[in-house]
Nanobody, 113 residues
Framework: QVQFVESGGGLVQPGGSLRLSCAAS????????VGWYRQAPGKQREPVAI???????NYLDSVKGRFTASRDNAKNTVYLQMNVLKPEDTALYYC???????WGQGTQVTVSS
């Protein structure tokens, strides 16, 4: 069964950038859609970005133009480049593939001055 491990989170000031990585092991994910999701305290989980096996992407409206999902199939890894971060982007970010019924543990992103 595939396992996902996220990394790259941290504390960043408003307007800053972070690049999250989602490394998969145990199975090749090159043909699978992989999603980035986030959950802030007291809020429901929301999908942030979805990248298909072919590389097509869809984004949450509030992150369009600021976040970019990409994938490196040779590394079995999906990325989320986050620019112009805002305090409201603060959340636990995690990746997963519903088709594979597998999700990572998440990486914390905190945007604060």
């Amino acid at each position: 069964q595939v396992q996902f491990v996220e990394s790259g989170g941290g504390l960043v000031q408003p307007g800053g950038s972070l690049r999250l990585s989602c490394a998969a092991s145990g199975s090749n994910i090159s043909t699978s859609a992989v999603g980035w999701y986030r959950q802030a305290p007291g809020k429901q989980r929301e999908p942030v970005a979805i990248i298909s096996g072919g590389g097509a992407t869809n984004y949450l409206d509030s992150v369009k133009g600021r976040f970019t999902a990409s994938r490196d199939n040779a590394k079995n890894t999906v990325y989320l480049q986050m620019n112009v971060l805002k305090p409201e982007d603060t959340a636990l970010y995690y990746c997963g593939a519903s088709s594979l019924n597998s999700w990572g543990q998440g990486t914390q992103v905190t945007v604060s001055s």
